[in-house]
């Protein structure tokens, strides 16, 4: 069952009812205003960091689910008859409803009683505001006379503190009204010089900022007491909640229509300059008002609009393909690539699984992020990097999270989680393979992001790499820490107290539980770490001598190979790769476990450092991958399941079986394996696993999958779980950029080179060819790829030129096009 459909075109998916099985979202803003909105037009909006800079409220695991957002009511005035054009809060029936969430923006219409009304919401580029362009038509024979009242909760800025912090939150909301804009200015007065606004294009026939008089006592925002009176109490808030509510009064002839404006933002003025007039408490609003003044004229409306539809016309040209399978198409040339874009900016903070207050930027999924995400933007790549390595430690080791508004490390959750670090190497492998920028190696960066501490990014990735090396248990594979890449894997915490962190609660001195998986993930980054020495040694250093001893590529060779050899000593468990070692030093992921006997990641890692290529144990680990892991919705964490608590494991076990780590299928290493198939030669398998989690393929049974049929889960309900088949966590999770680099760069096998475009597909067997343009370095790259034979092998002609091996060459400075025939067989 399905509840709307693709418009490719457009590049937006259209919802038809408003009633879907979760609430349906997208994201607003990719600078740094950013806003979260539903389908029904729920969510919320902030300024940098969705924890201490949140513009509105939102109230998580509410009932109904998905209550508090961008409301608009429509009130018949000769009737009193009000509804919601969004159908959320009020619920009243509407016709003709369609939600289309596309890039950046939303549009909301639907019909009611002959009233047409459509908000589109977007955030122009460089402005930390958001537009709601609402257009009301009457499509009835006879004149309507109309009322409109907008609708928003303001939040007292500290998301966790607003939701808290009650007694001291309730006295101390102050706004300002003044012409058709409210400004919200808590804590203007003292420590804060950056306040909120809410304005309308419009005359106001009334306002109100103090919810309860708006709402009236005991109502909800189904039934707001103004609304249904059909006239504002032009309330002034002092303490409790602080609103904005506009309301127009609207005379429309049959036929006719009129566009509103209403416009959401947030401002910072200089300290020095915060009142005006000077030593008053009344907020400067000079600095403000040409803003206000330019985005109430719906010509620049327009205007913002096309710039920011052009902008990601630009972002998504960087890679377009034309295949057989139209979810492909889909996915890669949009839906794919924009959860890339939205991941990158949020992390794992703001979702409608996140709350914005728990985490903030993580050092090893921010890493991974833009794994997806460098190709649109390499300099917002370059950025990212930079910030992450500056909340690494001397040790090498790395804070595992970062809050986006301050840039530092976060003390509560801290370090040691042991995989962080070396993250980092493949994010800056990545990102100079792409852009060609050898200059990063060589940007001063600090530790801890402490002053003075600054060593050349390149110094970064040997520590973090030593960090691993330093850091190995009894067999001689990396020690695990609180956790390793799966969060939940706590093989030092024993913990059996309700409440504590299963991550920062260690109850063991964790010299003992190594991770295979760590391993594997340190063969990859030491192979990638090869090119950048080389790179390094060329591009950067030249005959200079470095400030610091830098290790000659043989020590990653070594090291590589040695790893390699203690994972073949003891990570390899017959049939697969065993998954780590406990506390007591017995396997994990092993035939001779009970429970939890093969999991994904290793064997999905370990292939993908192209461990067991050569000798067939990858192709041994793949097909148990298969045997045991493997469902038509996807492949499963581990398995069997775990059915109890296990001291020694840890959050692993606390879930109940089929969901999350325990043996849900946590979409993020599904990708790995789609990787290692084709790795393997096995291009049919690799795709397989594509289409299975491919939340376009699975459109078909979105009142199995409930959450959205465009963006990719953090999980599907595993084969254990009664609601095996359901998604969750939908939005933030590195299923995106992982299933984004499986497809463009394994499958469709079109991917970055420090010297060149690699080529190398493995495309599903029945497919004859397809044709991809990829934007690399300034040039566009335009492949024909045809099928001329069953097998895998490259032949490369470039400009009509035979070119041996399968790296296009970069092209002389001037060219701006390549034209490239690949015939694979
Ligand atoms: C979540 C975390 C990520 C972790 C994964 C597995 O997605 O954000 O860091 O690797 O869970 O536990
Ligand atoms: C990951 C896991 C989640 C766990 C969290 C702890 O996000 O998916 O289950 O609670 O890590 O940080």
């Known amino acids: 069952m399905k509840y709307g459909y693709f418009d490719d075109k457009a590049r937006e998916y259209v919802i038809t009812r408003p009633d879907t099985p979760l609430p349906w979202i997208n994201y607003l803003g990719s600078q740094e205003y950013f806003g979260l909105i539903s389908n029904t037009s729920g969510g919320y909006s902030f300024y940098k960091d969705a924890r201490l800079r949140r513009l509105t409220r939102y109230r998580y695991n509410n009932a109904p689910l998905d209550m508090g957002g961008r409301y608009i009511y429509m009130r018949d005035n000769a009737s009193a008859d009000f509804w919601s054009p969004s159908w959320m809060p009020v619920r009243r029936d509407v016709d003709e409803y369609t939600c289309r969430h596309g890039m950046g923006y939303t549009t909301i219409a639907s019909k009611h009683s002959g009233i047409h009304v459509q908000t589109r919401t977007f955030v122009p580029l460089n402005e930390t505001l958001e537009i709601w362009e609402v257009t009301v038509t009457n499509q009835r024979e006879t004149p309507a006379d109309l009322s409109l009242f907008s609708a928003i909760e303001f939040c007292l800025w500290d998301a966790n503190d607003d939701a808290t912090n009650f007694q001291r939150n309730y006295s101390i909301g102050q706004v300002e009204i003044v012409d058709e804009v409210i400004y919200h200015k808590t804590e203007y007065r003292e420590r804060r010089d950056h306040f909120a606004y809410f304005a309308c294009s419009e005359p106001l026939a009334g306002y109100d900022t103090q919810r309860e008089i708006f709402l009236g006592a005991y109502r909800g925002w189904d039934s707001p007491l103004v609304v249904e009176k059909g006239q504002s109490g032009d309330s002034e ?38 009142f005006d007039p000077p030593g008053s408490q009344i907020v400067n609003k000079r600095t403000v008002k040409p803003i206000i003044a330019k985005y109430l004229n719906p010509a620049n409306v327009e205007a913002a609009f096309v710039e920011l539809f052009d902008s990601w016309t630009a972002l998504l040209a960087k890679y377009q393909v034309v295949s057989p399978d139209e979810h492909v198409n889909r996915m890669v040339n949009i839906w794919n690539a924009y959860q890339c874009m939205v991941t990158f900016n949020m992390s794992r903070s703001a979702s409608y699984f996140e709350s914005g207050i728990g985490r903030g930027m993580g050092f090893r999924d921010s890493n991974q992020d833009l794994l997806g995400f460098v190709h649109m933007i390499p300099e917002r790549a370059r950025e990212r990097i930079l910030d992450l390595a500056a ?21 509560e959750v801290g370090t040691g989680f042991n995989d962080d670090p070396a993250w980092l190497v493949l994010g800056v492998a990545a990102y100079v393979k792409e852009s060609g920028d050898w200059s990063i190696l060589d940007a001063p960066v600090q530790y801890e992001n402490e002053p003075g501490s600054e060593t050349p990014l390149y110094e970064h990735l040997q520590r973090a790499l030593q960090y691993t090396l330093d850091r190995r248990g009894p067999n001689n594979l990396p020690l695990i820490g609180r956790a390793d890449w799966n969060d939940c894997l706590n093989l030092n915490c024993f913990s059996d107290t309700p409440g504590q962190s299963f991550q920062t609660t260690v109850g063991k001195d964790g010299t003992v539980a190594e991770s295979v998986f760590i391993a594997g993930l340190f063969v990859l980054a030491c192979k990638e770490m090869l090119g950048i020495v080389d790179g390094y040694k060329l591009n950067v250093l030249g005959d200079k001598p470095a400030s610091f001893n830098v290790q000659p590529s043989t020590f990653y060779v070594n090291a590589a190979a040695d790893m390699e050899k203690t994972v073949w000593a003891a990570g390899w468990d017959g049939e697969w790769f065993k998954r780590a070692y406990d506390d007591f030093g017995r396997p994990v992921g092993s035939k001779e476990n009970a429970e939890g006997k093969i999991f994904i990641e290793p064997q999905g890692i370990c292939i993908l450092a192209g461990l067991g290529i050569d000798n067939g144990n990858a192709v041994k680990a793949l097909d148990s991958v298969e045997t ?149 370095r300034g040039v566009r790259y335009e492949v024909t790829i045809k099928r001329s034979g069953p097998g895998n092998t490259v032949r490369l002609e470039v400009d009509g030129q035979p070119v041996a091996g399968n790296i296009i060459p970069l092209p002389v400075d001037g060219v701006k096009t390549v034209k490239v025939n690949v015939s694979v067989g």
Not at 241 to 253: A, E, T
């Open 628 to 776: 045991y892991l493997a469902t038509p919705h996807g492949i499963v964490l581990q398995n069997p399941a775990y059915t109890q608590y296990y001291l020694e494991l840890g959050e692993i076990s606390s879930y109940p079986p089929g969901y999350k780590e325990n043996a849900g299928i946590f979409c993020h290493t599904n990708p790995w394996i789609m990787l290692a198939e084709a790795k393997a030669g096995r291009a049919d398998k690799a795709f397989s696993y594509y289409k299975r989690i491919c939340p376009s393929a699975r459109e078909e049974i979105s009142d199995v999958h409930r959450c959205e049929p465009y963006v990719y889960a953090q999980m599907i309900a595993g084969k254990d779980a009664p609601t095996h088949g359901e998604a969750k966590n939908s939005w933030l999770s590195g299923t995106a950029a992982w299933n984004y680099v499986a497809i463009t760069q394994g499958i469709l096998g079109i991917k970055p080179a420090y010297n060149g475009l690699e080529v190398a597909p493995m495309l599903p067997s029945d497919w004859s060819g397809c044709e991809v343009v990829r934007q690399f």
């Open 237 to 274: 808030a002092h303490g409790w909640q602080p609103i904005g509510s506009h309301h127009v009064q609207l005379s429309l002839k049959p036929g006719e229509h009129k566009k509103i404006i209403i416009l959401l933002g947030y401002h910072e003025n200089p300290k020095d300059d915060k």
């Open 391 to 411: 909340t690494q430690l001397k040790s090498g080791g790395a804070f595992h999270q970062y809050q986006p508004l301050t840039k530092r490390g976060n003390n």
